[in-house]
């Protein structure tokens, strides 16, 4: 069903119900806020009609969800003041991203046509100003299967939800959902596909300092985690057509493999690699074995079913945190600092209490490592 969002009065009364039933009785961390599309299946007429507050049903469409979010980020950081809103949303408007909304691409399909789809669409939702957007890893559903649940065990269904993890690693948002079991140590995944999806869950977890650093500057720099190469290499003509291709933060080139290499009519004699491009202007680093590659050049770049091509810019900086199983599992745990030569570089870690909103009373901190080159000498600064 549907309300009046725009109208304040009846967001608060959405919001109150809300959290008498379900928030505060289940002490949730976030919401998963589904339907609140304007386009809702048998009610688009019925919304396209209406008479809200400000308007008729027609004008007002779009903006929907954004009043949507509105009304649950307002009364969550009024009613439960210690707990950081978040909000897992299926449909964004200009704006969502100021009130703790998360957007995700919707219940897509189980197939690598759909997945090959979802690195362009996040780019572009990330370009328009969302700067949190996630898939459902592997896909939501099978239109084929029996009640869209696939067959997770069968190679070619291992094979999509290897790929689709592995980008899931460096996207924003980080997270399975979907019809047929696939947890982590499903027994669904044969030894080999288990040893890779947990290789890449650790380097998640491991780059937390890293991205957790990266989250702080999307709030007070209004940065971008998930980079269409436009932003960082303007200069560069030979990136303006790349749909699949991206940065994640300053250091990391995300090349993910959307194509069914091993099994299918590849199965045979899988090609094994992917072309990449290496924008102009940089050296960079294979990630996983330290291969030092000229920029301005398209590779084909190693791609075995363990492998998501993986190259780090020179002059980047990345502190990797210890291996855990959640996020503050080991706060004091020692960091290792990954510094790639070739350039000048800089990075500014940052800290909080994690899970509150004192850091907008200057609760927080940071200190800064800059690489010199010339001098192959790292500084760190005073915390500040």
Same mark, same amino acid.
């Given at each position: 069903?549907?309300?009046?969002?725009? !109208?304040p009065?009846? +967001?608060?009364?959405?919001?109150?119900?809300?959290?008498?039933?379900?928030?505060?009785?289940? @002490?949730?961390?976030?919401?998963?806020?589904d339907?609140?599309?304007?386009?809702?299946? $048998?009610?688009?007429?019925?919304?396209?009609?209406?008479?809200?507050?400000?308007?008729?049903?027609?004008?007002?469409?779009?903006?929907?969800?954004?009043?949507?979010?509105?009304?649950?980020?307002? @009364?969550? +950081?009024?009613?439960?003041? @210690?707990?950081?809103?978040? %909000?897992?949303? +299926?449909?964004a408007?200009?704006?969502?991203?100021?009130?703790?909304?998360?957007?995700?691409?919707?219940?897509?399909?189980?197939? %690598?046509?759909?997945?090959? $789809?979802?690195?362009?669409? &996040?780019?572009?939702?990330?370009?328009?100003?969302?700067?949190?957007?996630?898939?459902?890893?592997?896909?939501?559903?099978?239109r084929?299967?029996?009640?869209?649940?696939?067959?997770? $065990?069968a190679?070619?269904?291992?094979?999509l939800?290897?790929?689709?993890? /592995?980008? &899931?690693? %460096?996207?924003?948002?980080?997270?399975?959902?979907?019809?047929?079991?696939?947890?982590?140590?499903?027994?669904?995944?044969?030894d080999?596909?288990?040893?890779?999806?947990l290789?890449?869950?650790?380097?998640?977890?491991?780059?937390?300092?890293?991205?957790?650093?990266?989250?702080?500057?999307v709030? +007070?720099?209004?940065?971008?985690?998930?980079?269409?190469?436009? *932003?960082? *290499?303007?200069?560069?003509? !030979?990136?303006?057509?790349?749909?699949?291709?991206?940065?994640? &933060?300053?250091?990391f080139l995300?090349n993910?493999?959307?194509?069914q290499?091993?099994?299918?009519?590849?199965?045979?004699?899988?090609?094994?690699?992917?072309?990449?491009?290496?924008?102009?202007?940089?050296?960079?680093?294979?990630?996983?074995?330290?291969?030092?590659?000229?920029?301005?050049?398209?590779?084909?770049?190693?791609?075995?079913?363990?492998?998501?091509?993986?190259?780090?810019?020179?002059?980047?900086?990345?502190p990797?945190?210890?291996?855990?199983?959640?996020a503050?599992?080991?706060?004091?745990?020692?960091?290792?600092?990954?510094?790639?030569?070739?350039?000048?570089?800089?990075?500014?870690?940052?800290?909080?209490?994690?899970?509150?909103?004192?850091?907008?009373? @200057?609760?927080?901190?940071? *200190?800064?490592?800059?690489?010199?080159? /010339?001098?192959?000498?790292?500084?760190?600064?005073?915390?500040?």
């Open positions: 069903t549907f309300y009046d969002a725009h !109208n009065i009846a +967001r608060d009364i959405y919001w109150a119900q809300a959290r008498d039933s379900v928030v505060r009785r289940s @002490g949730s961390d976030a919401w998963w806020v339907q609140c599309e304007p386009d809702n299946g $048998s009610l688009l007429d019925e919304r396209r009609k209406a008479v809200f507050s400000v308007g008729k049903g027609i004008d007002y469409f779009n903006s929907y969800s954004l009043e949507h979010a509105k009304g649950l980020y307002k @009364g969550w +950081r009024r009613d439960i003041p @210690g707990k950081r809103a978040y %909000f897992l949303i +299926r449909q408007f200009a704006g969502s991203q100021h009130y703790a909304a998360t957007l995700w691409s919707s219940d897509v399909t189980t197939t %690598f046509r759909a997945f090959k $789809s979802q690195v362009p669409q &996040g780019i572009n939702a990330c370009v328009s100003g969302m700067p949190y957007w996630t898939s459902d890893i592997g896909g939501y559903l099978s084929t299967a029996p009640e869209g649940r696939p067959d997770w $065990s190679p070619e269904y291992r094979e939800f290897t790929r689709w993890f /592995q980008f &899931g690693t %460096f996207s924003p948002i980080f997270r399975i959902h979907g019809k047929g079991e696939r947890a982590l140590f499903s027994k669904n995944w044969d080999q596909t288990k040893t890779i999806l290789k890449y869950d650790k380097l998640r977890y491991r780059l937390l300092p890293y991205i957790y650093s990266l989250s702080a500057r709030n +007070r720099d209004n940065y971008t985690i998930m980079r269409a190469l436009t *932003f960082d *290499f303007r200069n560069d003509k !030979n990136v303006y057509d790349i749909p699949d291709q991206y940065m994640f &933060g300053p250091a995300v993910p493999v959307t194509e290499l091993y099994t299918g009519k590849n199965a045979d004699n899988p090609p094994k690699t992917r072309k990449v491009y290496l924008p102009k202007g940089n050296k960079w680093f294979d990630f996983w074995t330290g291969e030092t590659l000229n920029g301005g050049q398209t590779i084909d770049a190693a791609a075995p079913i363990e492998t998501m091509p993986l190259y780090v810019r020179a002059g980047a900086i990345v990797m945190g210890p291996n855990v199983e959640y503050t599992e080991n706060p004091s745990g020692a960091i290792e600092l990954r510094i790639y030569p070739g350039a000048n570089g800089e990075f500014k870690l940052y800290e909080d209490e994690n899970d509150n909103y004192n850091y907008e009373k @200057g609760n927080y901190a940071t *200190f800064s490592f800059k690489w010199n080159d /010339q001098l192959h000498q790292v500084t760190i600064s005073d915390r500040k």
